[in-house]
């Protein structure tokens, strides 16, 4: 099973907010993404999803990112 990170990027400054992660389904992954952009929601911020050989698989703005939780996967939870 792959392992990720989740980093919040906000003007070329990156911050970890989750490390190693195992998602189940790539709908666990972008739940995950989903919460924490619900919580930042700041103009021009992103969230970029890592493998563990660093190479990038997801970068998304936060705006997309709520818009997609909105439409497309029925809403996110809570990050727990």
């Not at 980093?7 to 992660?21: G, M, P, Q, Y």
């Not at 929601?41 to 909105?70: D, E, F, H, S, Y």
């Amino acid at each position: 099973m792959e392992r990720y990170s989740i980093e919040l990027v906000e003007a070329a400054r990156a911050t970890a907010v989750l490390r190693d992660i195992a998602p189940s389904t790539s709908h666990d992954l972008w739940t995950r993404i989903g919460a924490i952009a619900r919580t930042v929601n700041r103009p021009g911020a992103m969230i970029r999803v890592t493998n563990t050989a660093g190479k990038i698989v997801i970068l998304v703005g936060v705006a997309t990112a709520i818009r997609l939780g909105a439409d497309a996967l029925g809403g996110f939870p809570a990050l727990a």
